[in-house]
């Protein structure tokens, strides 16, 4: 099982300024690595599929890089609909089994 | 549009089972092309894959629910149902269902979600 390591746990930021968040696997993984928003009482959001391409309707101040075990999100000057939980995910080629990152809160400072 | 919806009950007892249902409309459960998937969050944790139906029969688990969890589909109705047996308070949480693309991978959409609550 690939094991997905988000850092850091807690981002406190002001809107305005810019996120990086980290997620490192345990072993290589394969492009397909996404990236989620999360609100409470909302479902999850894909925001980035195969490390940086944005999903529809993702707006360009949300990328991702990276590659082999070391991946980024960067939020570039954050809104105030931006604070939220955001998950790594990753498939792994086969069998095609799924894990999460354990997310990284970002919050309002 | 795709849209997802959860239903089933909210409340389960300890030792029972969990059966939930996935209505999918603007699209077919009947696609080679998708990954039919339940993924849970219990509360105050992360997201969890519990796993997923494919190709109308073939079906992965996550291995740490493996021996509990029976994943199906009903193409008559455009459906896809979860079954978690022998469920603990651990089991508490609310599951979604969601599609993931063969390729590229990346769920979209997900369902609204539904809390499932094992007690006595």
């Known amino acids: 099982e690939i094991v997905l390591t988000q850092s850091p746990a807690t981002l406190s930021l002001s809107p305005g300024e810019s996120a990086t968040l980290s997620c490192r696997a345990s072993?290589?993984?394969?492009?397909?690595l996404a990236w989620y928003q999360h609100k409470p009482g909302q479902a999850p959001r894909l925001l980035i599929y195969?490390?940086?391409d944005r999903a529809t309707g993702i707006p360009a101040r949300f990328s991702g890089s990276g590659s082999g075990t070391d991946f980024t999100l960067t939020i570039s000057s954050l809104e105030p609909e931006d604070f939220a939980v955001y998950y790594c995910?990753?498939?792994?080629?086969?069998?095609?089994?799924?894990?999460f990152g354990g997310g990284t809160k970002v919050e309002i400072k | 549009q795709v849209q997802l919806q959860e239903s089933g009950p909210g409340l389960v007892k300890p030792s029972e089972t969990l059966s939930l249902t996935c209505t999918v409309s603007?699209?077919?459960?009947?696609?080679?092309?998708?990954?039919w998937t339940w993924i849970r969050q219990p509360p105050g944790k992360g997201l969890e894959w519990i796993g997923f139906?494919?190709?109308?029969?073939?079906?992965n688990y996550n291995p740490s629910l493996e021996s509990r969890v029976t994943i199906s589909v009903d193409t008559s109705k455009n459906q896809f149902s979860l079954k978690l047996r022998s469920v603990t308070a651990a089991d508490t949480a609310i599951y979604y269902c969601?599609?993931?693309?063969?390729?590229?991978?990346?769920?979209?959409?997900w369902g609204q979600g539904i809390l499932v609550t094992v007690s006595s």
């Open positions: 995910q990753q498939r792994s080629n086969w069998p095609p089994e799924v894990t």
């Open positions: 969601a599609r993931d693309p063969t390729a590229p991978p990346g769920f979209d959409p």
């Open positions: 072993q290589r993984v394969s492009s397909s």
């Open positions: 139906i494919y190709n109308s029969g073939t079906t």
């Open positions: 603007g699209g077919s459960v009947n696609s080679g092309d998708y990954y």
């Open positions: 195969d490390a940086f």
